[in-house]
């Protein structure tokens, strides 16, 4: 009996082991996108703001999010953890931005001069995320 519980366990703990291994190799490789990834989510995330089209939205990093901004709907903003950051960017309300939080304010204002304060290397994306200039995630050299 005492060899049965000893078996039992030592079968459950490589189990486990080996589940743990695939989880650690296999889950952050799938997580991890690539620069043209996270610009091809970002232009079918501005081409849904743009044309007012959720069918763009499948294709973003974000789907619920950006659907609910097409529709200006407020009410999934309760359903996260950023109530206000959500409410500010689909509402086009800055006074709901935190303090210095100059993408926040950019994003719900579309006043580049909040760009402007950015570090230099997230300039140019912010202008085109207000001004929703999908040429800018097209750019051969962006990555």
């Not at 000893?6 to 490789?29: D, E, K, N």
């Not at 579309?110 to 290397?121: D, I, T």
């Not at 997230?122 to 995320?129: P, V």
Request: some cysteine; glycine content about 2%; proline content about 3%.
């Amino acid at each position: 009996m005492e060899k049965k519980i000893i078996l039992i366990i030592t079968i459950t703990v490589l189990c486990l082991s080996t589940l743990g291994i695939l989880f650690y190799f296999l889950l952050p490789s799938q997580q991890i996108k690539s620069c043209e990834e996270i610009n091809e989510e970002l232009y079918n995330y501005v081409m849904a703001i743009k044309n007012q089209d959720i069918s763009y939205c499948g294709n973003t990093g974000n789907p619920d999010f950006c659907k609910a901004h097409v529709m200006k709907d407020i009410s999934f903003c309760n359903t996260q953890e950023n109530t206000n950051y959500c409410k500010a960017i689909i509402t086009e309300n800055e006074g709901l931005c935190p303090a210095e939080d100059w993408w926040c304010k950019a994003d719900a204002s579309k006043n580049p001069s909040y760009c402007n304060k950015m570090p230099e290397k997230e300039r140019e994306q912010c202008k085109a995320d207000i001004t929703l200039n999908e040429k800018y995630y097209t750019q051969e050299n962006l990555c």
